[in-house]
């Protein structure tokens, strides 16, 4: 079992930044692909970012490519996320997800999941 839990999100306005944290409980933190999604009101969940469990490589969708940046850190078991230029269409409730899975913008590769956390971005 992994326990994610994610923290950092609030308010911004436009143009603003904010980082997002996602602590991982467990000692197998590094078997897992960590994704990030997000879902916005009256919307369906989407995939927002991921983070190979090997090497690190990393994934975007095209939406926030050049403006987020995920990484993890092995020895704190957490993965971030990065936001920057953020804009009004990012306002979502952001959720956290690990998963033992080489399609990283599939949510159903993905076994585990935070509670999530909500980010507003005001224009």
């Known amino acids: 079992q992994v326990q994610l839990v994610e923290s950092g999100g609030g308010w911004v306005q436009a143009g603003g930044s904010l980082r997002l944290s996602c602590a991982a409980s467990?000692?197998?933190?590094?078997?897992?692909?960590m994704g990030w999604f997000r879902r916005a009101p009256g919307k369906e969940r989407e995939f927002v970012a991921a983070?190979?469990?090997?090497?690190?490589?990393?994934y975007y969708a095209d939406s926030v490519k050049g403006r987020f940046t995920i990484s993890r850190d092995t020895a704190k078991n957490t993965v971030y996320l990065q936001m920057n230029s953020l804009k009004p269409e990012d306002t979502a409730v952001y959720y956290c997800?690990?998963?033992?899975?080489?399609?990283?913008?599939?949510?159903?590769?993905?076994?585990?999941w935070g509670q999530g956390t909500q980010v507003t971005v005001s224009s």
């Open positions: 983070i190979s469990r090997s090497v690190g490589i990393t």
């Open positions: 997800a690990a998963g033992e899975t080489s399609i990283y913008s599939n949510s159903r590769g993905y076994a585990y």
């Open positions: 467990g000692r197998t933190f590094s078997r897992y692909a």
